[in-house]
């Protein structure tokens, strides 16, 4: 699933400092002749979904039969070895490990079972988020059950495998969070909600999970291996005021204390260390709501914040939710209407205008337009009007100055984006 990188890793590096920069693909500090080297080549796309087959070799050509006969068996001899990298031992390997990038990960757990094993247990990624190591990607479907995945630091393009969901799935609403390892696209079946779960260490889908409270049209975010999920509908429709909290290490839902306002299609973001639900749908008149909501995890309350969603009150009902965003604990929101960004001031509890989207950023009311915090970026994802088959990924990082977009990338494909999430691990 990668393209056109090649990773070099040194059989006989001495020091740590050599196999970091080994395992960044840098040249490091070794002699040439006594350095084996497993490169993995990663070719070009070969399809429109960028599918990409990829071959390890192993030892250097110039090597003689029975030198590469001996590199096998010693590479077989380290295969379930509980060193990793014998010469620098466990710890260290993973200390170097946790820093090489995680698009690199499928490649390092093909060269034996010990790297296999680390990667797809998830140990991983847990010390990742313990030493404060993170990557963000972000995930987005243009064709109801496919998704991509992108790599914004790289620029690379990654297509997940297929999902295999009734037809009443496929065109029912779907909302999605990903939460640690794990994408979660939420929907629902012919008798119930249903929820499919793809993990990032075993590049599968599987069903089965089940919230403690069912529903559809929440607002929801999530921080490290916990994402929480609030308001929505049930089955029956009703507009919901409670909340769930997953954890994705444990595979386990907490029901939450409910908000003090039922609503629906409204969003949710952490900032501060706190969670917020912002606008939607609710009261006696399922009218739109300007106000949100915050949730102190600590003391487990809910607290009310006036006019804090970004779409006004006239805004029609059908129009998506909002479209808001958090950098650096600062909440921006895209106003699909007037194509403009716009930045919430804590202080005076007021929105204000920044600047513009991308020209190529069109919507339907909101609806088929992606805008997302990535680490420190703003992402804009979405295609031209009139039909274009293709989607663009435009970036800003705001502690860079004035808003200035950059086109990240550009990929054949539907230009309307019915699900977006954000994995960072």
């Known amino acids: 699933m990668l393209e056109d990188q090649s990773c070099l890793v040194s059989k006989d590096c001495q020091r740590e400092s050599n196999l970091v920069a080994c395992m960044n693909g840098k040249e490091p500090l070794v002699n040439y002749q006594e350095r084996e080297l497993v490169k993995c ?163 599968t889908w599987s069903s089965g999970m089940r919230m403690n409270v069912p529903r559809c049209l929440f607002g929801s975010a999530s921080i490290g291996e916990i994402g929480i999920l609030a308001g929505g509908c049930d089955s029956q429709g009703k507009i919901l005021s409670s909340a769930e909290l997953y954890n994705s290490e444990a595979g386990t839902w907490k029901t939450l204390p409910s908000m003090n306002k039922p609503r629906k299609m409204c969003s949710g973001v952490f900032m501060d260390a706190k969670f917020y639900v912002i606008g939607g749908i609710g009261g006696a008149e399922s009218k739109r709501l300007t106000c949100g909501e915050e949730y102190d995890l600590e003391k487990g309350t809910w607290r009310e914040i006036p006019n804090m969603s970004p779409v006004q009150a006239n805004a029609a009902t059908s129009d998506a939710p909002p479209l808001v965003a958090v950098v650096d604990n600062e909440l921006y929101a895209a106003d699909y209407a007037d194509m403009e960004v716009r930045k919430y001031d804590k202080q005076n509890k007021a929105w204000v205008t920044i600047g513009r989207l991308p020209e190529r950023a069109a919507s339907m009311c909101g609806w088929g337009l992606a805008f997302r915090a990535c680490g420190n970026r703003l992402i804009v994802i979405g295609g031209p009007k009139g039909g274009a088959e293709y989607i663009e990924v435009n970036s800003w990082v705001p502690s860079e100055g004035p808003i200035q977009w950059d086109l990240l990338g550009r990929k054949r494909s539907g230009s309307f984006v019915y699900n977006c999430a954000v994995m960072g691990c």
């Open 41 to 203: 080549k990663l070719p070009n796309k070969s399809d429109a979904f960028n599918k990409v087959e990829v071959t390890l070799s192993l030892g250097n050509s110039s090597a003689s039969p029975n030198e590469q006969a001996g590199n096998k068996r010693h590479a077989g001899d380290n295969s379930d070895s509980s060193s990793l990298i014998h010469a620098i031992g466990r710890d260290n390997s993973i200390g170097c490990l946790i820093h090489c990038s995680r698009s690199d990960y499928g490649a390092i757990a093909s060269l034996n079972r010990s790297f296999h094993s680390l990667i797809r247990s998830g140990e991983l990624y847990k010390l990742r988020r313990e030493n404060g190591v993170v990557e963000h990607w972000v995930y987005f479907s243009c064709q109801l059950v496919e998704w991509e995945a992108f790599d914004p630091s790289r620029g690379r393009w990654m297509h997940l495998p297929a999902m295999t969901p009734d037809e009443c799935f496929v065109l029912s609403d779907k909302e999605s969070l990903a939460v640690g390892t794990e994408l979660l696209v939420f929907g629902k079946e012919i008798f119930s909600h249903v929820i499919y779960r793809y993990s990032l260490l075993t590049n």
